[in-house]
């Protein structure tokens, strides 16, 4: 089943409004999930203050970066959602402008249907039924100028209705229209602000990086620093997995019920008609570990997800990898400082394109010693996959996310010394080798 939260974490930007409805029917339902994800996002929230604790309990040089690392991520995360509201409002005002277009053009074609209606009016007159009669013409056509006449008015004052409210609703584009306008030069004002910000905090970061390099580096060297940090992930995975399927479990029990009832009621009726037809249960085979085997040679990684449906696990062998770049890293594989790759490392130039690799849902994302920038999506049925050392953050937990959508940018965070996406992925908490399942070619 796969797993559903609906929150944001904290210290988030405003994203753009969506437009939700929902029937009266369903508010009961939708109640009850909201109580159960307020006390998921309670959780996840605690785990998330606990590991900052954790860090802070033990110096790390790459830590004097955090901050800085965190407020560049929350800005671009901030533009990105300004510029998605900028496009949107662009589009609006485009669309208004159409509509505007449309609705010129058809109080056009009214004003000249009331021109000729008024025109023939003038050319037939205004006569007085009772003049007409005394007058001493002919009936018949008498009654046939005066229903003309009325058909003509009655015409006129329709036409009238109608072009008043063709008025009605360019006022009405037109105060929109405006109302949007302000609302757009007020989003890009507050771009230019944040990219006023980002770029001093960019400053700041290359300022202070310089500073300490050396001794992130030699950190970076020392003998079980890597293990730790491997370890604080795992720990990390194994505290979020058994999170999700607390939530899982508790979303299941009303299903697995009602199942219950079913096949109940499904069996007394085979008994009545057949006897007993005996147990039908099927078991799952235990999932085999999958052998490391180390790889030295580097690949180019030349395509990025799209789009799928289905489960993860039957996307296996068509899936592919989050960022164009170099696979450097390889799982297995060993790694300077100690231990083996658990997952991959792709060079990439800072900025690019992190995509997800399928559908799924944002558990984590926050900074983490080691991996820097670090978001982790939840493709249900106990697999995660793992996005380390970003520049920004793009999605927010409990954010949904689909195949090849882009949930953040490249960089370095964390004190790595190359621009590059590290790539994980996991089932029910253990590593997996990525190029089994995504394929290079």
């Given at each position: 089943m ?43 929230e ?5 590991l ?8 790390d ?21 300004l ?10 005002l ?9 609705l ?8 000249a249907?009331?021109e ?36 003509i ?5 329709e036409?009238?209705g109608?072009?008043n ?15 949007r ?5 007020d989003?890009e ?7 006023a ?7 700041e970061?290359?300022a ?5 390099s ?7 060297k ?8 491997e ?5 990390l ?19 697995k019920?009602?199942?219950?009832a079913?096949?109940a009621a499904?069996?007394q ?5 057949a ?31 799209v789009a ?10 068509s899936?592919?990898?989050p ?8 799982f ?9 790759w658990?997952g991959?490392?792709?060079?990439a130039?800072?900025?690019s ?6 559908n799924?849902?944002?558990v984590?994302?926050?900074?983490m ?6 978001l ?26 689909k195949?090849?959508?882009?949930v953040?940018?490249v960089g ?9 996406l ?8 253990q590593?997996i ?9």
């Open positions: 796969a797993t559903m939260l609906a929150f944001s974490g904290p210290g988030s930007a405003r994203p753009a409004a969506e437009k939700r409805t929902a029937s009266p029917v369903a508010a009961p339902e939708i109640a009850e999930k909201q109580a159960d994800l307020g006390e998921l996002r309670s959780r996840i605690g785990l998330r203050k606990e900052s604790t954790s860090e802070e309990n033990k110096a040089a790459a830590d004097r970066l955090r901050e800085s690392e965190r407020k560049i991520s929350l800005l671009q995360r901030e533009l990105h959602d510029t998605e509201s900028r496009s949107q409002l662009q589009r609006k485009k669309n208004l402008e159409q509509q505007s277009q449309e010129g053009a058809t109080l056009g074609q009214q004003q249907q009331l000729k209606l008024l025109y023939k009016q003038y050319l037939r007159g205004t006569p007085d039924s009772l003049q007409l009669l005394l007058n001493g013409d002919d009936p018949n056509q008498m009654a046939r100028d005066l229903h003309y006449l009325s058909a008015a009655l015409s006129r004052a036409l009238m109608e072009i409210a063709t008025l009605d609703r360019k006022k009405v584009l037109a105060a929109d229209a405006k109302a306008a302000a609302e757009l030069a989003v004002a507050e771009q230019q602000k944040r990219h910000e980002l770029q001093k905090q960019r400053e970061r290359k202070l990086y310089a500073q300490i050396s001794k992130v580096n030699a950190q970076r020392e003998i079980g620093n890597l293990q730790q940090n370890k604080r992930l795992s720990n995975i194994d505290r979020l997995s058994r999170i999700l399927a607390a939530q899982a479990a508790q979303a299941a029990k009303a299903a019920a009602a199942e219950a079913r096949q499904q069996q009726k085979e008994k009545t008609l006897g007993n037809t005996g147990d039908r249960g099927e078991t799952r085979p235990p999932i085999a570990t999958e052998p490391s085997r180390p790889r030295q040679v580097e690949s180019e990684n030349r395509y990025e997800p799928s449906n289905g489960s993860f696990a039957r996307q296996r062998g899936l592919r990898l960022v164009r770049g170099t696979v450097s890293g390889r297995g594989a060993p790694r300077d400082g100690g231990g083996t658990r991959l490392f792709i060079r130039g800072s900025g394109e992190v995509k997800a690799i399928a799924g849902r944002v984590f994302s926050e900074w010693r080691g991996f820097g920038n670090l982790i999506v939840d493709h249900g049925d106990a697999y995660l996959s793992i996005y380390g050392n970003n520049d920004s953050l793009l999605k927010q937990v409990g954010q949904s996310v195949g090849g959508e882009t953040a940018t370095n965070s964390g004190g790595n010394p190359e621009s590059g590290y790539f994980e992925l996991r089932h029910q908490g590593p080798d990525p190029l089994k399942w995504a394929s290079l070619k």
